[in-house]
């Protein structure tokens, strides 16, 4: 009686693993940054925030590192401004509630 209930139970999974499987699409980091949203109550309890954060942190280290980049090479000193400051704050005021379009994906 064991082996007639252990068959049925592997065949009815065996049924249930063919019926539900589907064809597998490969995604790419790339491709699951231009298609992406959050829930919108994550965005703002917890994205918005620790973006906002991260643009307060960013400008207080700004603010000693600014001469120094000014006058050693000044041709960075908008990528240093652009990585500290502006990434931030665009992500933290110039998006949708709950999408990442304002995101740049460009390396």
């Known amino acids: 009686m064991r082996k007639i209930g252990a068959r049925v139970l592997a065949v009815l999974a065996l ?20 298609d992406c949203s959050y829930p919108k109550i994550f965005d703002l309890l917890v994205l918005r925030p620790v973006s906002f954060t991260s643009m307060l ?41 709950g999408e990442c379009s304002g995101v740049t994906t460009a390396y």
Request: glycine share 4%; aromatic share 14%; charged share 25%.
């Open 15 to 34: 049924v249930v693993c063919l019926g539900v499987s589907q064809r597998a699409l490969a995604v790419s980091y790339e491709d699951s940054l231009d």
């Open 57 to 97: 942190v960013g400008t207080a280290l700004f603010i000693p590192i600014a001469p120094f980049a000014v006058a050693t090479v000044w041709e960075d000193f908008d990528d240093v401004r652009e990585g500290l400051i502006y990434s931030s704050a665009r992500f933290t005021f110039k998006r949708r509630l």
